[in-house]
């Protein structure tokens, strides 16, 4: 018998044949798998729930009750996050969210307005029988160690102010380059100094509360807001008599505490000290921000940019190409270097915004970020990069845009599936920082967390 070797694929065995012919169903049902797959992952995506593109909580704080509109403010201090309101102070662990010290001004006092941190040293002013609306109390100043939740020093300012919200470096203190800058000086109801304003500004040692100047104002101006930084001390004034006064913008020199300059806010349109609001924006650069002072909607207001020579470079209206911009909470509007960044609204109807950037030397739109649809709620500018708070309202949910801030270029983007923006209060801080997102809530309905810390996933 004559046998032939058959190598194996020569001959197609049963296995071969069956395996051909499975070949189309295998590729359905790898075709169905992947159509599958990518509804789940665009479900995931949708919901903030796919790895590589979320945002998890790190932790929250505790719930606590409802805050008052005054004394109110936030700030990463090295390791410690720092917040304020009208009763305390306190301090987290940025990491654990662990909490390291707080803060009770004494007696029945409140808190009705801060300085920015400086040095880890934060500013106070409090007082009693305070309220939002009269101009009582607020007579106290007090230095705070961000590190120890210590007392510094403490003093008393020459007379009472309004308790106020307050912006991020403007009020009636502020820290920067070593110096505590306290106004001593305020206006009443109708607009009238109710202390000498010509002496008015005072600095000490932000350490030490030891006298370091006054300086002295040119006779017909008395100041609204004070700012420090490290190479300049920046007040808003009001200069003139009656119907001719005006807002000015002046720069003292942070070791005498002399005058260097002092321009009106717009030499060609003189701009009227009441009824306005001002806000020291920025002091370096310098950035002043005018608004209505009766407004029930969303605020908005004028920008006014002074160079390093103390002269005005440009008017940024409210309105124009960037859209409107709403000014109502210190987490909309930032300044980085040379630009102002904001979040603006635009359409017929006002119902979207978005991040704008505005070059501060020229007030021209640099660019306009598209990212997503819906309201922007809130933005930071940090290290050359804005970030940026979203709700999209065809999906209700939020979004996490990270935008370089010299030509808008979205460098990350991420989705919640949980609220960050809670209906029931406003973000008091926003923060971008070492990989984390931090957010403070301030709550006014009820109880809320004050704090809130993300990363990504």
């Known amino acids: 018998?004559?046998?032939?070797?058959?190598?194996a694929g020569d001959v197609p065995g049963p296995a071969a044949r069956s395996g051909r012919g499975r070949w189309p169903g295998c590729l359905a049902v790898v075709a169905v798998?992947?159509?599958?797959?990518?509804?789940?992952?665009?479900?995931?995506?949708?919901?903030?729930?796919?790895?590589?593109?979320?945002?998890?909580?790190?932790?929250?704080?505790?719930?606590?009750?409802?805050?008052?509109?005054?004394?109110n403010g936030s700030w990463p201090v090295g390791d410690v996050l720092v917040r304020s309101r009208f009763?305390?102070?306190?301090?987290?662990?940025?990491?654990?969210?662990?909490?390291?010290?707080?803060?009770?001004?004494?007696?029945?006092?409140?808190?009705?307005?801060?300085?920015?941190?400086?040095?880890?040293?934060l500013l106070l002013v409090h007082g009693e029988n305070v309220t939002a609306t009269r101009t009582e109390g607020c007579a106290d100043v007090t230095a705070l160690d961000l590190k120890t939740g210590k007392e510094l020093w403490s003093g008393s300012r020459k007379a009472s102010a309004e308790a106020t919200a307050g912006g991020p470096v403007s009020g009636t203190v502020a820290a920067g380059g070593g110096l505590a800058v306290v106004l001593d000086t305020w206006t009443d109801g109708d607009g009238e100094a109710v202390a000498d304003g010509r002496k008015a500004i005072r600095a000490v040692d932000l350490r030490t509360g030891e006298r370091r100047w006054t300086a002295t104002l040119p006779e017909d101006c008395r100041p609204?807001?004070?700012?420090?930084?490290?190479?300049?001390?920046?007040?808003?004034?009001?200069?003139?008599?009656?119907?001719?006064?005006?807002?000015?913008?002046?720069?003292?020199?942070?070791?005498?505490?002399?005058?260097?300059?002092?321009?009106?806010?717009?030499?060609?349109?003189?701009?009227?000290?009441?009824?306005?609001?001002?806000?020291l924006v920025s002091v370096d650069p310098l950035v002043v921000s005018v608004r209505p002072a009766y407004d029930d909607g969303p605020g908005t207001g004028t920008f006014f940019a002074f160079g390093a020579d103390g002269r005005r470079t440009s008017r940024i209206e409210s309105s124009g190409e960037h859209g409107k911009i709403v000014?109502?909470?210190?987490?909309?509007?930032?300044?980085?270097?040379?630009?102002?960044?904001?979040?603006?609204?635009?359409?017929?109807?006002s119902t979207s915004s978005r991040a704008v950037a505005v070059d501060l030397a020229t007030g021209r739109l640099v660019w306009q970020a598209d990212s997503g649809r819906g309201e922007t709620v809130a933005l930071a500018a940090h290290d050359g990069e804005v970030t940026v708070l979203q709700q999209d309202r065809g999906s209700f949910t939020e979004e996490l845009y990270v935008l370089d801030g010299a030509t808008g270029e979205e460098l990350d983007d991420r989705t919640f599936s949980f609220d960050v923006d809670h209906e029931d209060g406003w973000l008091g801080g926003f923060f971008n920082r070492d990989g984390l997102l931090i957010v403070s809530r301030y709550d006014t309905e009820g109880p809320g967390r004050p704090f809130a810390v993300y990363e990504r996933w």
């Open 1 to 7: 018998m004559t046998t032939t070797d058959a190598r």
């Open 33 to 71: 798998l992947a159509l599958v797959g990518g509804g789940v992952s665009g479900i995931l995506m949708i919901t903030g729930n796919m790895p590589g593109d979320s945002m998890d909580t790190v932790w929250e704080a505790p719930a606590d009750p409802a805050a008052a509109e005054h004394g």
């Open 224 to 279: 609204f807001d004070v700012g420090a930084a490290q190479r300049r001390v920046a007040a808003v004034l009001s200069c003139g008599k009656g119907d001719r006064a005006e807002l000015t913008a002046a720069v003292l020199d942070p070791a005498t505490g002399t005058l260097l300059h002092n321009e009106p806010l717009d030499a060609r349109r003189p701009v009227a000290p009441s009824p306005v609001r001002t806000a």
């Open 327 to 349: 000014a109502d909470k210190p987490s909309k509007v930032a300044v980085d270097g040379e630009r102002l960044y904001a979040v603006a609204e635009f359409g017929k109807s």
């Open 87 to 121: 009763d305390a102070v306190t301090g987290y662990g940025t990491r654990t969210g662990k909490r390291q010290w707080e803060y009770v001004p004494p007696g029945r006092s409140e808190i009705c307005s801060t300085s920015a941190p400086d040095d880890s040293v």
